[in-house]
Nanobody, 116 residues
Framework: QVQLVESGGGLAQAGGSLKLSCAAS?????MGWFRRLPGREREFVAS????????FGTNSMKARFNISGDKAEDTVYLQMNSLKPEDTGIYYC????????????WGQGTQVTVSS
């Protein structure tokens, strides 16, 4: 069973930055980030494939966040800049084992809190 280990969450001030990391115990087709904001459904943030395909959930995320990865380490990063209090929530790393398949492996989640 592939496992994902997230790190890098914490507290930031509005306008600040945080970088999340997610290390997988094995390779997959795509790795990505989702988040669950208070009182909201889980939403897609960004994903990356090892051939460089990148997708963002919204234009706001694309403008402020950057996703990158280290294929040799099966690790993906989410650099979050210009953070807003409304970015506060739990961020989850996920792995898609096969192209066209489900997001079948999930991390435990890491809390991100942005203070105003």
């Amino acid at each position: 069973q592939v496992q994902l280990v997230e790190s890098g969450g914490g507290l930031a001030q509005a306008g600040g930055s945080l970088k999340l990391s997610c290390a997988a115990s094995a390779s997959g087709y795509r790795m990505g980030w989702f988040r669950r904001l208070p009182g909201r459904e889980r939403e897609f943030v960004a994903s990356i494939t090892w051939n460089g395909g990148i997708i963002f959930g919204t234009n706001s995320m694309k403008a402020r966040f950057n996703i990158s990865g280290d294929k040799a380490e099966d690790t993906v990063y989410l650099q979050m800049n210009s953070l807003k209090p409304e970015d506060t929530g739990i961020y989850y790393c996920a792995l898609q084992s096969r192209a066209g398949g489900a997001w079948d492996i999930w991390g435990q989640g890491t809390q991100v809190t942005v203070s105003s």
